[in-house]
């Protein structure tokens, strides 16, 4: 490895994936082939809009039961979903608000790796993106560009919009 003084910065290691700071990321415990998601470094945790949000207790262990729009602007294609429920924490928005919010693990494809990341679900309505993947979840696997976007290539728009008119 060379020294980040010699000819420009060091590369990233060998085993980090390069990813654009937006990027289609897909999520199979939920059945959501396609999702934009904001990769956002600042972050600690990742963030799901989730609305329907509702605790259960199924077989005495804690779950939650939630729904998901996969689509910016669009209420097509909601999944229902219920999973574990990992962790409670506090989080501060990016509004500045502290909010305790429900986590759970999920799997999310991303630039042909899949990670299991912690997920807090809240209601993103007014942000631009539906899933925010925060640095726990790219630590160790991917380096973010900053100035590129959808390395991991996009969709065709048949394959997002498959099930959108029905």
């Keep these: 490895m ?10 990233p290691p060998h085993s980090n994936i390069v990813a654009g700071w ?7 415990d939920l059945g959501v082939p396609w999702m934009k998601a904001k990769l956002d470094t600042g972050a600690r945790s990742s ?6 949000i509702e605790e259960v207790v199924r077989d005495g262990e804690d779950c939650v039961r939630f729904r998901v729009q ?3 602007r669009s209420s097509d294609d909601a999944v229902e979903a219920e999973l574990p429920v990992h962790d409670r924490r506090r989080v501060r928005s990016s509004s500045g608000h502290i909010e305790e919010r429900v986590v759970v693990l999920m799997d999310v494809e991303l630039v ?3 990670v299991t990341a912690e997920v807090t679900l809240s209601r993103r309505d007014e942000m631009g993106f539906r899933m925010l993947i925060g640095r726990e979840a790219l630590r160790g696997a991917y ?5 590129r976007s959808y390395l991991g290539g ?3 728009k048949r394959e997002r919009r498959k099930n959108r008119g029905r």
Excluded: I, M, N, T
């Design 143 to 147: 380096v973010v560009d900053p100035g």
């Design 22 to 28: 937006r990027e289609w990321v897909s999520l199979p």
């Design 47 to 52: 963030a799901l809009h989730a609305f329907d």
């Design 154 to 156: 996009r969709p065709k």
């Design 70 to 72: 996969p689509w910016q």
């Design 112 to 114: 042909g790796r899949a």
């Design 2 to 11: 060379r020294c980040a003084c010699e000819d420009g910065p060091v590369s």
